[in-house]
């Protein structure tokens, strides 16, 4: 395997990121009524947990010697107001999210950097994390 198709599979998830961040953002801005006490802090977190592993993301691209992308994934961010609705869509994002990341593990295994699957294995299970949390609310 290339370390081109690792760092196509990098940026893939850094767009991702990029997205979570800008959807979380604006997510904890628009939340209303009740829901805002528990729903505001947890979208900020996500928010933040986003920045986080776009800069280890971002990081392992340079290391490989790839340019990390700066546009965020395409996939339309849906406004709304309603609490379920954004709950659902953050669902959709993690669901990808955590996608992307097992592919990218399971090619790191294959080149053997101990490292750098040490750090994406790491953003991989907080992303598992997200998806629970999320089910748990939803359910």
């Known amino acids: 395997m290339s370390s081109e198709v690792l760092i196509q599979r990098l940026n893939e998830a850094l767009g991702w990121e990029l997205r979570a961040m800008n959807m979380y953002a604006h997510y904890a801005a628009n939340i209303q009524g009740i829901h805002r006490l ?8 996500e928010a933040t947990e986003s920045l986080a592993h776009a800069d280890v993301v971002r990081r392992s691209i340079v290391k490989l010697g790839g340019v990390p992308v700066t546009e965020r994934n395409s996939h339309p961010i849906v406004h709304s107001t309603d609490f379920k609705a954004m709950l659902e869509r953050s669902l959709e994002t993690e669901t990808k999210a955590a996608e992307v990341y097992a592919g990218i593990i399971k090619l790191l295994e294959e080149i053997g950097d101990q490292e750098m699957y040490d750090s994406i294995e790491q953003i991989y299970f907080a992303e598992l994390r997200s998806l629970e949390n999320l089910r748990l609310i939803l359910a």
């Open 38 to 45: 528990q729903l505001d802090p947890m979208f900020t977190e």
